[in-house]
Every structure is written in C-alpha cells, then in structure tokens.
C-alpha cells in the first residue's frame, strides 16, 4: 500500500516467487518484471505469515530439481492457498500444489524434456485465453500431476502429461507442467501476462520511468541535503548508481575514480569525459597508477598482487576521504539484485579471494545508499540508457576490480601492461565489429610470462603470446569458451601479431569453468 502523502511506488505491488531451487526462479522473477509487474524471490521454506505480511498481490511456486516423492522434499503448507492471493505453480511448483491440495502425482514412466506439443482443452481459460489452442512447450520432468485436485478443471494436456496445465479460476489458483519463463516456450511470456494482469489483477506499472521516478524519491528521503560519496569504478554498476544518485541530488553528489593503472584503453578518460564533462557530476580523479605500479614492482604472486592492490586502494581513499569527503556522510554501492539474494545462500567457498576494489576503510563510517537493490542487471542497462549513459558504458562488459594485474603474469610493469592494454584493445574492436559484444560475457586478452621464437619477413622475432579468452555465461559461476568464428579468430590473430610489437603469437583458450576460471591470474 502507498505510504501516506506519497506517489505510489512500483514496488507497491509485488508477485513473490517462490524459490524451489535449481536455476529457474530468478529467471521467472525477471519474465515478471519483463511484464512491468515488480516481482520478489523468496525461498521456499519462509513461512506462511511472513510470505502473507509481504502482502504479494500474486505468488509464483517455481520449479526445483527434486522429485516431489524424494525424502526430505520441500512441500507448499496448504494454508499459503488459504491466503485469497492468486497462485501459479509451475513445474515442482505444480506439482507440489497438486499435492498439497489433494490432487495426485505419479511417475508414470512418461518423462519429457525438450519441446512438447500442448493441447488446450479449455480456451476460456484465464491461463490461455487468446491463445492457439495447440501450441510448443518447454518440459523438464520425471513426476507428472495425474489428477489434479478436487475444484479444478483440466485446461491443458501433452501426450506425455494428461494435467499439464489446470486451474481453479474462482479460487484464483492456476498450474502448468511446463515452464512459461523460458524462450523456447514461444507463447510463455503471453501466459505469465494472462496470469499477472487477469489471474491477479495486476497493472504493468513497473516502467523505467517508474523506477527511476520513485528511486529518486527514496534516495531524497534518506539522504535529505547532506553530502553523499560514490566510488566509481568504470563499471556498468557504480556508474549508473552515481547517474541515478545524481539525478536525484545533484551537486549533493561527489564521485571518486581511483585510477590505480590497470584499467584498459581508454577507459580512465571515458569516465571522466562521461562524469565530468557530460554530466557534469563533481569528480575526483585521484592518478595513483605509479603508486599502485611502484607496490606491484617485483610481484608475481597473485594473491599478493590482489592483496597490494586492494590495500593500496584502501589508502588512496582515507587519504582522499581525510582531505576532502570529511563532511560526508553517505556512500553509494552499486549493489544489485542477485548480490541480495545470494549473500545469505553462497557457497562459502572461494576459489580466488575476490578483493573489491571498491572496498573501503573500515573506520569510515557511512551510511549505505543501494539505489540499485531491487534490480537485475539487465533493468540496471535499461534505467543507464535511460539516464543518458553512453553505450560503451552500459554496455561494457564485466571487468574485475583488480583489472589488468590479473590478467598478466608474472611481473607487472609499465611496459608489459602497455604490451597487453594495445593487444586487448584490438581484441575488444574487433568482438565487436563482429557484432558479438553483448552475447559474450567477457572477452579479453591475458599476457602470460613465457616467451617463444616466431619469424616475421626475414627476421627471427622472441616474444610474449597472447592468450584469448572469451566465455559465454550467465552469472560468472559457470562459463564455456565462446564458438568464435574463425575468421574473426584469423583477424584478431594477424592484427595483435602485426600491430603489437612483442607479441609473436595468439592462442585461443578453449577450457570452460569449471575446471578453469574465467580469469587467468
Ligand atoms: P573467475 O576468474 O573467478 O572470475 O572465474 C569470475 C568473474 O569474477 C570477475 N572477477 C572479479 N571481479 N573483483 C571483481 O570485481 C575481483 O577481484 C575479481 N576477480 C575476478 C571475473 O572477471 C569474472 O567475471
């Protein structure tokens, strides 16, 4: 509900998924939103009451990777249908409700995974109104609902699933064995729409505008007229949180771009062309590369160098911070969405300790401002285009904190970080001349600290290799090289060779994580 003497906000009403595990809910909460309906995951073991004191105005139960029947399986409480909130479960999701309102499921020996021919049965149904009464479906599936509970009707079936979709329209609770979030659903998005706009009464009010307009607001409320901090790294993170937090106080705001050296070409004057000059936005511009270069001198182990950079990093800001932030009191971090909800379930393990440069003093006391919370990255893109962020910008692709420190090895120097800066730099026109920037998750070169013999015209030549990485992935923890075409491996091989001198040879690394990583080091 709007709070008094205030715009409705976006967020006001909210679709909870329900989190079942495996990879599905994050990716039916972002559907949602793609729908203009703000949309919440919470996991699946979270009480009744407290899922009610959200008060969703809808709730998604996801698909898991479980068989409902294996011990120890998460169940829905029945009570949760009690709540007068329309339901969809889907998958797991179905089948659970199913169970859990006296319905039947079975393994029939019926699996289906892949595609699916789906019969409608029931056209006026909410789920499939409008809808081609035969129409392809993604399955994913052992257990199958074979009799759905008592008040619901049968609105869908495949060959394989006699319920693979049903619904109590009067109750406001639906079901599909299929999974409506994914692409090769071609109808999917039409019947999550059909069930956020029909089946729970729901307006697309989750807009750019939307967003923009009441995260301004909140940022406002909280920080009043008192001066606020962003640390601004180049990335697509922090810049469009400084933009957004611009946008709402102005000269309130002062960023700080601590340039420690690594960055690639170029990238330390778009910042500053970007913030300073285009946006105007109060900057500091603190040049600590020798400084950084100078503790780095003679390092090559990579946990150290790591540690070094992050510490020297905490000093140029307390110094920074003791000359000129002394009267701010709040500092804004380019947390997202997916940081939040996997803070509390990460697995603790590292495999490399990730040193944010972002991070800071510990004695520094400020007050967080996360205007970027409640989003995926895909809307943080959407709401910096919105604001005017150049494309290079928006779009750039993820680049570690330490940036090129753990992309050479060995030895870090002047001359060797030019060496890899002019090789990535041809690396990166070249990805995206080929038009591939924004299917690749990353993709850079990595200067490694071994030397062979090439020839080049009548001369015997002893250089440096680069090596090529480019991976696909969804969210860093697993990638796959990238299927580069070969002619555009061809180019970037003769370009690098021809145009970098000490570098005599290109290789393609071809190894996926795990077990490699996307990072050298
Ligand atoms: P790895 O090499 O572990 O990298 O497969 C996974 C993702 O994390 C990025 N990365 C970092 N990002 N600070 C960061 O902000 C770091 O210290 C850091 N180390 C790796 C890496 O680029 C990849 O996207």
Redesign the pocket.
């Known amino acids: 509900m709007p709070q008094s003497g205030r715009e409705p906000s976006p967020t006001d009403q909210k679709v909870l998924v329900v989190d079942y595990g495996a990879q599905y809910a994050q990716l039916i909460a972002r559907r949602v939103r793609e729908c203009h309906v703000y949309s919440e995951i919470v996991p699946h073991d979270l009480p009744v009451e407290e899922i009610a004191a959200r008060k969703p105005s809808g709730i998604i139960l996801s698909g898991g990777p479980k068989s409902i029947h294996s011990p120890g399986a998460p169940q829905v409480d029945p009570s949760l249908f009690g709540l007068d909130v329309p339901v969809l479960g889907i998958c797991y999701g179905q089948q659970a409700m199913a169970q859990s309102l006296g319905g039947e499921v079975a393994r029939t020996g019926l699996a289906e995974f892949g595609k699916s021919e789906l019969k409608v049965e029931a056209p006026n149904s909410i789920l499939f109104s409008e809808q081609p009464v035969e129409q392809t479906v993604w399955m994913s599936h052992n257990d199958t609902v074979v009799r759905p509970p008592d008040g619901f009707r049968v609105t869908a079936a495949t060959p394989a699933s006699p319920v693979a979709a049903f619904e109590a329209a009067e109750r406001r609770l639906f079901g599909v064995q299929f999974h409506p979030e994914v692409a090769h659903t071609p109808r999917g998005t039409e019947i999550l729409k059909n069930f956020l706009y029909d089946g729970c009464d729901l307006l697309p009010s989750w807009t750019m505008t939307s967003i923009i307009e009441s995260a301004i607001e909140d940022i406002r409320d909280l920080v009043g007229s008192e001066r606020i901090v962003c640390g601004l790294s180049g990335g697509v993170d922090s810049s469009v949180a400084a933009a957004l937090v611009h946008r709402a106080v102005g000269d309130q705001l002062t960023c700080v771009f601590v340039d420690h050296g690594l960055l690639r070409q170029g990238e330390a004057e778009q910042v500053e062309d970007t913030f300073r000059r285009h946006l105007k936005i109060d900057l500091i511009h603190v040049k600590a590369a020798d400084r950084f270069l100078d503790n780095l001198a003679d390092v090559t182990d990579p946990e150290r160098k ?1 540690k070094i950079i992050g510490e020297t990093f905490i000093r140029v800001f307390e110094e920074v911070a003791r000359d000129e932030l002394e009267d701010a009191r709040f500092l804004v971090q380019g947390t997202l969405y997916p940081d939040v909800i996997e803070s509390g379930t990460r697995d603790a393990a590292k ?2 300790s ?4 972002g991070g800071l003093p510990e004695d520094m006391t400020f007050t967080l401002v996360e205007p970027l919370r409640n989003l995926f990255k895909d809307e943080v893109r959407r709401v910096g285009e919105e604001l005017g962020l150049p494309e290079e910008i928006v779009w750039r692709q ?5 940036g090129l420190a ?1 992309r050479i090895i060995g030895d870090i120097t002047h001359d060797r970080l030019e060496l890899l800066r002019a090789a990535d730099a041809i690396v990166l026109e070249e990805i995206k001349r080929a038009g591939m920037l924004r299917e690749i ?2 993709s850079f070169a990595v200067l490694p600290a071994v030397r062979s013999v090439g020839v080049m015209g009548d001369e015997r030549t002893y250089g440096y290799p680069m090596v090529l990485r480019a991976v696909t992935s969804d969210d ?1 923890m697993t ?1 796959d090289w990238a299927r580069l075409p070969y002619e555009l491996l061809e180019t970037i091989s003769n370009r690098v060779v021809n145009e970098v001198p000490g570098i005599n040879r290109v290789v393609y690394d071809i190894t996926s ?1 795990p077990p490699g ?3 050298w ?1």
């Open positions: 790591r495999i490399k990730h040193h944010n440069v993820p680049f570690p904190g330490p753990v998750w990353q860093a990638a994580k990583t996307i990072e080091e």
